[in-house]
Nanobody
Framework: QVHLVESGGGSVQAGGSLRLSCTASPAARDCMGWFRQTPGREREGIASIKTNGGSAYAADSVRGRFTISEDFAKNTVYLQMTDLKPEDTAMYFC?????????????????????WGQGTQVTVSS
């Protein structure tokens, strides 16, 4: 069993930045992803990273503004968000899955991931 805890959410004005953190216990391994969800909508995959120096990807909707990274020694994955827009308002979740989750066609699909955190709210005002 993997326990994931997100932090770093909050309220920010449009154009601002936030950095979300996700700490995993016992460890952040294999494939880690960030997702977001608003009420009434499906969970959207926005970033993934293969841990311990593997490849990182961002979805088209956030590429160029959001960056996923990791601190392998701290079992923590980050999501640096810049130039935030009101449409980025959502609950943000991190997730962990097997290595195969970090492959084309799977990395942004919620069913590829086995473990989920409780989420952290991000609100962007105009």
């Amino acid at each position: 069993q993997v326990h994931l805890v997100e932090s770093g959410g909050g309220s920010v004005q449009a154009g601002g930045s936030l950095r979300l953190s996700c700490t995993a216990s016992p460890a952040a391994r294999d494939c880690m992803g960030w997702f977001r969800q608003t009420p009434g909508r499906e969970r959207e995959g926005i970033a993934s990273i293969k841990t311990n120096g593997g490849s990182a990807y961002a979805a088209d909707s956030v590429r160029g503004r959001f960056t996923i990274s990791e601190d392998f020694a701290k079992n923590t994955v980050y999501l640096q968000m810049t130039d935030l827009k009101p449409e980025d308002t959502a609950m943000y979740f991190c997730a962990q899955g097997p290595l195969i989750a970090c492959t084309l066609g799977r990395r942004f699909a919620s069913h590829s991931y086995a473990f989920w955190g409780q989420g952290t709210q991000v609100t962007v005002s105009s």
